[in-house]
């Protein structure tokens, strides 16, 4: 059964550090690209980062650059985002989710809005709480 399980998720607080992982099972990562995600209380979810299995390139969303870093284990079939200097604005529940081939960006970065219809896989996410 093809399948994505998030964890690593806490409470934080601000400026802390945390690394979620997304392990896949029932399929090889190889030949996707995996997106972590976010959804706050009340918010739409949004995307956060994204890495092509292939060759390792790595997009983020502008907000989360230079403070999240995405990346992939072929060898254990997951993918990992370790976020440091969190923010209070980075509280959600996170997902992952693989799309076929590779990252759907714009202008270079992972765009905040997405289109989820291009995500073939979802795991059921991780709570993530950064509060002081």
């Known amino acids: 059964q093809v399948q994505l399980v998030e964890s690593g998720g806490g409470l934080v607080q601000p400026g802390d550090s945390l690394r979620l992982s997304c392990a896949a099972s029932?399929?090889?990562?190889?030949?996707?690209?995996i997106g972590w995600f976010r959804q706050a209380p009340g918010k739409e979810r949004e995307g956060v980062s994204c890495?092509?299995?292939?060759?390792?390139?790595?997009y983020y969303e502008d907000s989360v650059k230079g403070r999240f870093t995405i990346s992939r284990d072929t060898a254990t079939n997951t993918v990992y985002l370790q976020m440091n200097s969190l923010k209070p604005e980075d509280t959600a529940t996170y997902y992952c989710?693989?799309?076929?081939?590779?990252?759907?960006?714009?202008?270079?970065?992972?765009?905040?809005?997405?289109?989820?219809?291009?995500?073939?896989?979802w795991g059921q996410g991780t709570p993530v709480t950064v509060s002081s």
């Open positions: 989710a693989a799309e076929r081939w590779t990252c759907t960006t714009v202008a270079g970065s992972f765009p905040k809005r997405i289109h989820e219809e291009m995500y073939d896989y």
């Open positions: 029932g399929f090889t990562l190889d030949g996707y690209a």
């Open positions: 890495v092509k299995i292939t060759d390792g390139t790595t």
